[in-house]
């Protein structure tokens, strides 16, 4: 039997849980490590020097200390900054998380899309690009929200997040005079790894349907890809989940779904 790969899964906080959660699917018998760089978080709020001063010598921690066949780093907030800087620094293979405008400008039929992310993530370079090339004649409406990751990692630590607070958020995304309007937003990227966390109630109060785009499984198949075909791999030493502030493991029960039902420890 071979060795199973290790695949060390990176965000602010438990946004990357719902790409974990894909990659799990993908790769059941890889080892997993899980990093919540929770003393930081949210990146939203800092600003790109502090970020990529922060993220880049982190990275290269956490390679010295788990030595990794593969990084994702599963946070779109970093990922539009950092991916040249690691890759330049460090040799292991990186799959990175971006907003994923081309795919939803191609889906969309009314040609109004609207791309949901951090605030720091609708103001970069790198998302400006990713329209200017790949709007595909669509309308692009870039929506900066402030509290929502903060709102899915209360929800998914069990507090309660009302209905309005999420939905405050949501309406800046829903451009157009409801469902019946030809030229109504149809198509909204998840540019945020938290917001899937979310997933039941975005659909709930959104004013009306649209296709929401969540590039996890995307990046399940890159990681896959890149990985090469699985053998007969099997991981007996247990996932691993670490958070930056040292915080207690509170929740490890909760998060089992993420990790294909292993109990992080
Ligand atoms: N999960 C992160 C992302 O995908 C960001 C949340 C934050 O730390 O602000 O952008």
Redesign the pocket.
């Known amino acids: 039997m071979t060795a199973p790969p290790t695949i060390l899964v990176f965000?602010?906080?438990l946004?990357?849980l719902t790409v974990l959660r894909e990659i799990v699917r993908a790769r059941p018998g890889a080892h997993y490590v899980y990093v919540a760089d929770d003393a930081f978080?949210?990146?939203?709020?800092h600003g790109e020097d502090e970020i990529i001063a922060r993220v880049v010598p982190l990275i290269g921690e956490l390679i010295a200390a788990h030595a990794p066949d593969l990084v994702v780093i599963?946070?779109?907030?970093?990922s539009t900054l950092v991916m040249s800087h690691l890759r330049e620094q460090y040799k292991v293979p990186f799959v990175g998380?971006v907003p994923a405008i081309k795919p939803a400008c191609a889906r969309s039929t009314t040609k109004r899309v609207s791309v949901l992310?951090?605030r720091?993530?609708v103001k970069r370079e790198y998302t400006r690009a990713l329209i200017r090339d790949f709007s595909q004649g669509c309308e692009v409406t870039l929506v900066g929200s402030a509290d929502l990751?903060s709102l899915a990692e209360s929800a998914l630590s069990g507090e309660q997040v009302s209905d309005l607070a999420i939905a405050a958020e949501l309406a800046p995304c829903f451009i157009g005079n409801g469902e019946a309007d030809p030229a109504r937003t149809d198509t909204v990227v998840l540019?945020?790894?938290?917001y899937p966390l979310l997933m039941d109630r975005l659909v709930r109060l959104a004013p009306w349907p649209v296709d929401w785009i969540d590039p996890a499984p995307a990046i399940a198949r890159r990681v896959s890809d890149l990985l090469g075909p699985p053998g007969s791999e099997a991981d007996h030493s247990g996932a691993e989940m670490i958070f930056t502030s040292r915080r207690p493991h509170t929740l490890s029960r909760a998060l089992m779904p993420f990790f294909g039902g292993r109990v992080p420890a």
């Open positions: 965000d602010s906080g946004g990357g978080f949210p990146y939203g709020h599963a946070c779109n907030t970093a998380t992310g951090t720091g993530t990751a540019a945020c790894t938290h």
